[in-house]
């Protein structure tokens, strides 16, 4: 009876044991987490800005090696296709309670989205926390629609599409390179107001009135949205519509070619000043000239007609000097420029080489040759223009010559191709200048001679030939020879 007790005793001992064991373990692995508490109210993320944090509590006993993670659901609610979106390193968070910062997927978009804190050691989650709208604005600047054309027009009955451009003119950031995004189209009702009609990357518009596109950013404010298109209904045969200008208009010619685009149409006939421009045949027109452009749309059942008076921003300016020049010896020349540019430079050159010390819009020229100056807008437009002119020395008819010279080379070299007589005999004097020729003809006869003899080409059958001359004065004085004409 003694031994039966005994044994019955170490029974209960090792049963409580045993108890006392798989409750202390039981309680050791357990972990219980509070719902996360949001730190925003919606979650609007950007390359610029993508941070968020959730706060929690828990109780219980976690191992050196437990991670916490942040699982969100999907934009329903669901965690049934859920993402891990944060993982903590291995015992990073021991003490509750616990603040985790996270960032959102570029591929969020909803307004329902929860999210639920989980531990890996020992395993344990969080009740959802409250839904929320999340967004992330992958593509957060204006675009443009129609090429950027303000205006189209359909015949009655007919319909206009309306496209996001892609990529479009200029540096359009066209959210169509981004697949994950989806759009929304507005009509205006009012300065400020608007109405949704429908979803898409295009629309089809069969209704007067102006229209615009936004992604979709739910709830989230962005600033990725389009350009305003109005459309009408072209009832009498002819609608008028906007031309734009790729560079804008006034435009900076500086920048290359301005393109000029319409509204989409089955054929286009471009017109400058009233004249059609032959080959201008497409929706856009390329130019870096000013004036009147007009284009006639064929809408199929009617026509649209735009213009546009298309202004250059070049700057205009003048030059107080002709292309050639002449400055006798010792003289110089002031060169003056006026110019409506925005903080104009000037840069001069002689013979190709930059002229150091020149650089307003004033110049005092001293030397022969070949100039240029360069002048450039540094404001603005930041357009050129140049301008080349020379300076030669002035020829002069009446050179001091000091003996009547006996021979002449006219080939048209500017050295020696005229008679050049002493000051004392030519126009002014009255003196008596007779020319023959070897047979006796008189062939110049003058008491005004300007020096400019030969006026004429001479007869070129022999190589070289002799001329005679007499020379009188006033006071009688003679003075005879020969000119030797060498060709």
Request: net charge negative; hydrophobic share 35%.
């Amino acid at each position: 009876m003694y031994n039966l007790k005994q044994s019955y005793s170490v029974k209960l001992i090792l049963w409580l044991f045993v108890c006392v064991l798989v409750s202390t373990q039981t309680t050791n692995a357990q972990v219980v987490m509070g719902t996360p508490n949001l730190g925003f109210t919606q979650a609007c993320a950007s390359a610029s800005f993508n941070s968020y944090n959730t706060t929690f509590v828990f109780s219980g006993n976690l191992e050196a090696s437990n991670q916490f993670s942040i699982e969100m659901s999907d934009a329903e609610g669901s965690f049934d296709d859920s993402t891990i979106i944060f993982t903590s390193n291995p015992g990073e968070f021991t003490t509750s309670p616990a603040t985790i910062n996270f960032s959102l997927p570029e591929i969020t978009s909803g307004e329902n989205y929860r999210i639920r804190v989980k531990s890996n050691a020992p395993q344990a989650s969080s009740a959802p926390s409250a839904s929320f709208a999340a967004y992330y604005k992958i593509q957060d600047e204006p675009f443009t629609i129609n090429n950027l054309v303000s205006t189209g027009a359909f015949c009655s009955g007919g319909s206009y599409v309306l496209a996001i451009d892609n990529p479009g003119v200029g540096n359009n950031n066209s959210p169509l390179l981004y697949p994950s995004l989806s759009f929304n189209w507005y009509k205006e009702t009012g300065p400020t107001t608007s109405v949704f009609v429908s979803e898409g990357n295009t629309l089809t518009v069969t209704e007067e009135g102006t229209y615009f596109v936004e992604t979709n950013y739910g709830t989230c404010t962005s600033n990725s949205f389009s350009n305003r298109v109005t459309i009408s209904e072209a009832t009498t045969g002819e609608a008028n519509v906007t031309i734009a200008s790729s560079l804008g208009n006034p435009y900076c010619p500086a920048q290359g070619f301005t393109t000029l685009s319409s509204i989409g149409g089955l054929s286009y006939t471009w017109y400058k000043d009233n004249i059609e421009i032959e080959g201008a045949t497409q929706q856009m027109y390329q130019t870096d000239q000013s004036g009147i452009f007009t284009v006639q749309v064929d809408l199929g059942e009617c026509v649209a007609v735009g213009i546009i008076d298309l202004v250059s921003e070049m700057f205009e300016s003048e030059i107080n000097v002709s292309e050639t020049n002449t400055l006798e010896e010792g003289e110089t020349l002031d060169i003056f420029i006026t110019s409506t540019a925005n903080s104009p430079e000037y840069d001069w050159y002689l013979n190709d080489i930059l002229i150091s010390n020149a650089e307003g819009d004033f110049f005092e020229a001293s030397e022969y040759g070949d100039y240029k100056v360069i002048i450039t807008e540094t404001n603005g437009c930041e357009a050129s223009k140049t301008y080349e002119f020379n300076i030669e020395e002035a020829y002069d008819p009446f050179p001091d010559v000091e003996q009547i010279p006996n021979m002449i080379s006219p080939n048209s070299d500017g050295i020696n191709d005229t008679w050049m007589l002493p000051i004392q005999y030519v126009t002014g004097s009255n003196t008596e200048v007779i020319i023959m020729s070897n047979s006796g003809k008189i062939v110049h006869q003058t008491t005004n001679y300007e020096n400019n003899w030969p006026m004429n080409n001479l007869n070129p059958i022999a190589i070289n030939q002799i001329f005679y001359y007499i020379i009188t004065t006033t006071e009688g004085k003679t003075k005879k020879g020969t000119i030797t004409v060498v060709k």
